[in-house]
């Protein structure tokens, strides 16, 4: 019955670590995300004049712009 409870024990502690491990990693991947979709949105509004509309087309010379 000893090695029943003994890993239970096991078991409940590794759940508690990983737990833990995501509370402090959540946060802060959804930090990093929001960052890098600012700085996507503000890359795009500044290169928004490049962006072609319908019905252009583009020349081989502006693909290659960097």
Excluded: C, H, W, Y
Excluded at 5 to 34: C, D, E, R, Y
Excluded at 35 to 60: P, S
Aim: hydrophobic share 55%; net charge negative; proline share 2%.
């Amino acid at each position: 019955m000893s090695e029943v409870k003994g890993q239970i024990l096991g078991v409940v502690l590794v759940l508690i670590v990983f737990g833990a491990v995501a509370a402090a990693l959540v946060p802060a991947f959804t930090n990093a995300s929001q960052t890098v979709a600012e700085r996507i949105e503000n890359a795009a509004d500044d290169k928004a004049e490049d962006v072609t509309t319908e019905g252009e087309a583009l020349v081989a010379s502006e693909l290659l712009k960097f």
